[in-house]
């Protein structure tokens, strides 16, 4: 009987113990839990509140007396007034970035955002934005109006606080606005490295001269949809500037008809895009690396009647980059050209150049000017077209080649990469001209439109053997994909 107790007495443990043990447990890894989180370093639990937003770190402050002002020393506070109704909400938005920036301690921050309109608050946005100047911010984003309306409709400048531009401690600077800048007249950032500027309006050229005057150790700019009704010249001279990104509006007849001078001693990269309605200068750009020229707005430029302007601009630009040693283009570029053929045998020499990309549309190997453009390119090892190739239709059944065949063919070119390859004709043709061409090949690459090839992996090994038979490099591989 003592045994049978015995087994029931274990069997009873052995039915509830497990549920008795796991919820003491449970119990016992919740507060082991809680004691951790709370029992962790001030700087610990301030990156962790750094990682939400900024609206929930603080909304952390009714957990517990532990968790009540740890939020007054996170080192980011982003604000952004968005969403449908925030007309609605933004008395609640303005009252509540005020009462952070008060209730924040003296600690320096790494990051401050604000995203919201100015309406009639300019005063209570500078003292927000002068707020971060004096904790020493390093990463800026300023944001001031919500759509293209408020910059049509405000002709009030935006003025913002005279500490901003002279902050010492600013390495990053993202300002957006849909209104005339002003800048004050003296302007030092010290320390500033990046710089993005996005659809503001710049009021005069003595202003845009003493903007990029004061930034000695800036290397990274970018200009994008600025507007430059009002300044006739810019000169960009900044001596550790290695990255410059200009893009301009494409679809709008407007024209701005400035005057970039770039002074590229440092530079490496520089990009581009745009309908070029101003006018680019290059100077002592020997370092300069790679460089991307993305020139569309082929519709407004025809209703605008801008065909020999952009053609001139097309060769300014290409004269003043000419040093560079990659260079990615759209087909409009070479299309561009054409409609000044007098510049088409003053093209300059691309001495340095070893890779030349298309980018954007399809090649058309029937333009004229594509022939010149390559002769220009003695050194040039690798072509790209990303978004494919093809011939006019009145060059399909006739003999197209490109006459003389540049130099490069038989001295420098060992890779030959056709994106959106769709098997045509006229593709065809291309591609064994080029098989012929170029005496030292040493890799073609065919990446097939999904779209346009048909035929399958049959028809890919059927090309891929015309093509074999089509090279002059015995050794050049042909790779489909």
């Given at each position: 009987?003592?045994?049978?107790?015995?087994?029931r007495?274990?069997?009873?443990?052995?039915?509830?113990?497990?549920?008795?043990?796991?919820?003491?447990?449970?119990?016992?890894?919740?507060?082991?839990?809680?004691?951790?989180?709370?029992?962790?370093?001030d700087?610990?639990?301030?990156?962790?509140?750094?990682?939400?937003?900024?609206?929930?770190?603080?909304?952390?402050?009714?957990?517990?007396?532990?968790?009540?002002?740890?939020?007054?020393?996170?080192?980011?506070?982003?604000?952004?007034?968005?969403?449908?109704?925030?007309?609605?909400?933004?008395?609640?938005f303005?009252?509540?970035?005020?009462?952070?920036?008060?209730?924040?301690?003296?600690?320096?921050?790494?990051?401050?955002?604000l995203?919201?309109?100015?309406?009639?608050?300019?005063?209570?946005?500078?003292?927000?934005?002068?707020?971060?100047?004096?904790?020493?911010?390093?990463?800026?984003?300023?944001?001031?109006?919500?759509?293209?309306?408020?910059?049509?409709n405000s002709?009030?400048?935006?003025?913002?606080?005279?500490?901003?531009?002279?902050?010492?401690?600013?390495?990053?600077?993202?300002?957006?606005?849909?209104?005339?800048?002003?800048?004050?007249?003296?302007i030092?950032?010290?320390?500033?490295k990046?710089?993005?500027?996005r659809?503001?309006?710049f009021?005069?050229d003595?202003?845009?001269?003493?903007?990029?005057?004061?930034?000695?150790?800036?290397?990274?700019?970018?200009?994008?949809?600025?507007?430059?009704?009002?300044?006739?010249s810019?000169?960009?001279?900044?001596?550790?500037?290695?990255?410059?990104?200009?893009?301009?509006?494409?679809?709008?007849?407007?024209?701005?008809?400035?005057?970039?001078?770039?002074?590229?001693?440092?530079?490496?990269?520089?990009?581009?895009?745009?309908?070029?309605?101003?006018?680019?200068f290059?100077?002592?750009t020997s370092?300069?690396?790679?460089?991307?020229?993305?020139?569309g707005?082929?519709?407004?430029?025809?209703?605008?009647?801008r065909?020999?302007?952009?053609?001139?601009?097309?060769?300014?630009?290409?004269?003043g980059?000419?040093?560079?040693?990659e260079?990615?283009?759209?087909?409009?570029?070479?299309?561009?050209l054409?409609?000044?053929?007098?510049?088409?045998?003053?093209?300059?020499?691309?001495?340095?150049?070893?890779?030349?990309?298309?980018?954007?549309?399809?090649?058309?190997?029937?333009?004229?000017?594509?022939?010149?453009?390559?002769?220009?390119?003695?050194?040039?090892?690798?072509?790209k077209?990303?978004?494919?190739?093809?011939?006019?239709?009145?060059?399909?059944?006739?003999e197209?080649?490109?006459d003389?065949?540049?130099?490069?063919?038989?001295?420098?070119?060992?890779?030959?990469?056709?994106?959106?390859?769709?098997?045509?004709?006229?593709?065809?043709?291309?591609?064994?001209?080029?098989?012929?061409?170029?005496?030292?090949?040493?890799?073609?690459?065919?990446?097939?439109?999904?779209?346009?090839?048909?035929?399958?992996?049959?028809?890919?090994?059927?090309?891929?053997?015309?093509?074999?038979?089509?090279?002059?490099?015995?050794?050049?591989?042909?790779?489909?994909?």
């Amino acid at each position: 009987m003592e045994i049978v107790r015995r087994r029931r007495a274990i069997g009873e443990t052995m039915n509830v113990s497990p549920l008795a043990r796991k919820a003491k447990n449970q119990k016992l890894n919740d507060e082991q839990n809680t004691d951790r989180i709370s029992n962790l370093p001030d700087a610990i639990l301030q990156r962790i509140l750094t990682l939400l937003e900024t609206k929930d770190a603080v909304k952390t402050s009714t957990l517990s007396k532990r968790w009540q002002y740890l939020w007054m020393s996170i080192t980011d506070l982003v604000f952004v007034e968005d969403g449908p109704d925030k007309r609605k909400k933004r008395v609640q938005f303005m009252n509540f970035v005020e009462r952070v920036l008060v209730l924040r301690d003296s600690s320096d921050l790494t990051l401050f955002v604000l995203s919201c309109d100015v309406l009639n608050d300019a005063s209570r946005i500078n003292a927000w934005i002068s707020a971060a100047v004096m904790h020493k911010v390093q990463v800026l984003s300023i944001g001031l109006g919500s759509d293209e309306d408020s910059r049509c409709n405000s002709e009030e400048p935006i003025v913002l606080p005279h500490c901003l531009f002279t902050s010492e401690s600013l390495t990053y600077f993202y300002l957006e606005l849909f209104v005339l800048l002003k800048v004050p007249s003296s302007i030092r950032f010290s320390s500033l490295k990046t710089l993005k500027i996005r659809f503001a309006i710049f009021p005069d050229d003595r202003s845009m001269q003493r903007l990029f005057s004061g930034v000695p150790v800036l290397e990274d700019l970018t200009l994008d949809a600025c507007c430059w009704w009002n300044v006739r010249s810019v000169c960009i001279s900044a001596p550790m500037l290695k990255t410059l990104a200009i893009y301009e509006t494409v679809d709008s007849l407007d024209q701005d008809d400035c005057q970039f001078l770039i002074f590229g001693i440092s530079l490496k990269y520089f990009y581009y895009g745009g309908a070029l309605r101003n006018e680019y200068f290059f100077y002592k750009t020997s370092s300069l690396m790679k460089a991307v020229i993305y020139l569309g707005g082929k519709d407004s430029i025809e209703k605008g009647k801008r065909q020999r302007e952009v053609s001139y601009r097309v060769h300014k630009l290409l004269r003043g980059l000419s040093l560079v040693k990659e260079l990615a283009i759209t087909p409009y570029i070479i299309e561009g050209l054409s409609y000044a053929e007098e510049l088409l045998t003053h093209l300059p020499v691309f001495c340095n150049l070893t890779c030349l990309k298309f980018i954007g549309e399809p090649m058309n190997f029937a333009s004229g000017a594509l022939g010149n453009i390559i002769q220009k390119l003695p050194c040039v090892n690798s072509l790209k077209f990303n978004v494919g190739i093809f011939l006019s239709p009145f060059c399909e059944e006739g003999e197209w080649k490109l006459d003389p065949v540049a130099p490069c063919f038989s001295t420098h070119l060992k890779s030959i990469t056709i994106r959106e390859f769709g098997g045509t004709k006229g593709e065809l043709h291309v591609v064994n001209f080029l098989l012929e061409s170029a005496l030292i090949l040493e890799r073609l690459v065919i990446s097939c439109s999904l779209d346009k090839f048909s035929g399958g992996v049959g028809r890919q090994k059927e090309v891929h053997d015309q093509l074999m038979l089509s090279r002059r490099s015995r050794t050049c591989a042909i790779e489909f994909s």
